[in-house]
Every structure is written in structure tokens, then in C-alpha cells.
T-cell receptor, first 114, second 112 residues
Framework: EPEVTQTPSHQVTQMGQEVILRCVPI?????FYWYRQILGQKVEFLVS????????KSEIFDDQFSVERPDGSNFTLKIRSTKLEDSAMYFC????????????FGSGTRLTVV | RKEVEQDPGPFNVPEGATVAFNCTYS??????FFWYRQDCRKEPKLLMS???SGNEDGRFTAQLNRASQYISLLIRDSKLSDSATYLC?????????????FGGGTRVLVKP
């Protein structure tokens, strides 16, 4: 079964450092997403990406965040200057169409900011 | 008001019993609804879609009531492996790609 791959599975970084979280979506999917889940809280939408541009972003996704699809397979989330409150599980997802039924989530990257 | 609201539980369920729980949503623009399952520190996994007519998938039955903005999930003949957090999820249409809005989850613990 096709899957969304995320690396690394766990990243520890010092406050103020830049991090890049990497995702390889399912190859024939066209829509890409990042969600995050702070420990003990709900899963929250960050950003959606289609046709090489951001289609929607939440208020969490401020100027410290950026996304990129640098080649035909990777989809990255960059946090420019990490804060303690950025510590969370970050999930990448992709879908083939606009119906939520086609969503597939990656296994996540646990980001710990110290 | 939270967009998707769920009883966090936990619901402690004897193995073999039936458990039911629900969620409410506030955004009537939400087009579709789903139940996802999330195991501890893992990614959400789609359990089933939810339709107004009610739908069943094995031991799981889901129902959507648009008038009351209410969604339910019923699990029959609970197995130990059903222990998980069940996420109620609404889908909002976007310009390109749809955004999923998650509830906080209902924790279910099935015990022998």
C-alpha cells in the first residue's frame, strides 16, 4: 500500500535554530498538507499546497514557517527560528483529490525544542 | 466554541460490549465527516466516512445528523485492539485541497 514517508522520526533542536522536516508524499497525489499535534492536544491544520504554491494556511503558519517542494518527490516544512512552543508532532499528508477520503498521513516527525 | 467537539473520555469498555459516543460540530459549511483512529503517538488513520443515511463497516456504525450537527460512532463486540483515541473529523472545502478539522478525540479503553 502506498505510504507517505517522513524523516526524521524524531528531531531535537535548540531554541532559535532552523529545522527542516521532510516528507515524501504518495507519488500520484496532487495535494499536500502539514498538520501538527502538540502533546495531549488535537491535530491542527497548518498549510495546504497545490500546484507549487500554498493554497491555504492557518494562523499558526506565521512568517517563521515555510513550505517547499524542491523536486518532484519531496515536500518540506521549514521552521526558521524554533520556539519552545513549536515542540509537537508534525504530520505530513497528501491526497489525490479534494475529497478527504483520499487523505493519507505520514507517521510524523516528533520535534522537541530545548 | 470549538469547531468539532468530543467527549475526551476515557470510555472503559468490557471486551465484547458495545460502546457509542458522538461529536458535535459548529461549522455548517463542513461538507464531509470522518472518524479517524489514532493510537498513542501515531498518525491518524481513517476508520470510516460518515453519511446521513448511516453506514456500517463490520462492527462499526457511523451516523451523521446535519440538522443537529451531530455525528456518532458505535462499536459492537469490542475487541482489545479497539483501544485507541477516536477522532471526529470534518472536511472544509478550500480553494485547492480540503482542510480537515479535528476534534480532540475520544479515548476508548477495552478491557478483558
Amino acid at each position: 500500500e502506498p505510504e507517505v514517508t517522513q524523516t526524521p522520526s524524531h528531531q531535537v533542536t535548540q531554541m532559535g535554530q532552523e529545522v527542516i522536516l521532510r516528507c515524501v508524499p504518495i507519488s500520484n497525489h496532487l495535494y499536500f498538507y502539514w498538520y501538527r499535534q502538540i502533546l495531549g492536544q488535537k491535530v491542527e491544520f497548518l498549510v495546504s499546497f497545490y500546484n507549487n504554491e500554498i493554497s491555504e494556511k492557518s494562523e499558526i503558519f506565521d512568517d517563521q514557517f515555510s513550505v517547499e517542494r524542491p523536486d518532484g518527490s519531496n515536500f518540506t516544512l521549514k521552521i526558521r527560528s524554533t520556539k519552545l512552543e513549536d515542540s509537537a508532532m508534525y504530520f505530513c499528508a497528501s491526497s489525490s483529490g479534494t475529497g478527504g477520503y483520499g487523505y493519507t498521513f505520514g507517521s510524523g516527525t516528533r520535534l522537541t525544542v530545548v | 466554541r470549538k469547531e468539532v467537539e468530543q467527549d475526551p473520555g476515557p470510555f472503559n469498555v468490557p471486551e465484547g460490549a458495545t460502546v457509542a459516543f458522538n461529536c458535535t460540530y459548529s461549522n455548517s459549511a463542513s461538507q464531509s465527516f470522518f472518524w479517524y483512529r489514532q493510537d498513542c503517538r501515531k498518525e491518524p488513520k481513517l476508520l470510516m466516512s460518515v453519511y446521513s443515511s448511516g453506514n456500517e463497516d463490520g462492527r462499526f456504525t457511523a451516523q451523521l445528523n446535519r440538522a443537529s450537527q451531530y455525528i456518532s460512532l458505535l462499536i459492537r463486540d469490542s475487541k482489545l485492539s479497539d483501544s485507541a483515541t477516536y477522532l471526529c473529523v470534518g472536511e472544509l472545502p478550500g480553494a485547492a485541497g480540503n482542510k480537515l478539522t479535528f476534534g480532540g478525540g475520544t479515548r476508548v479503553l477495552v478491557k478483558p
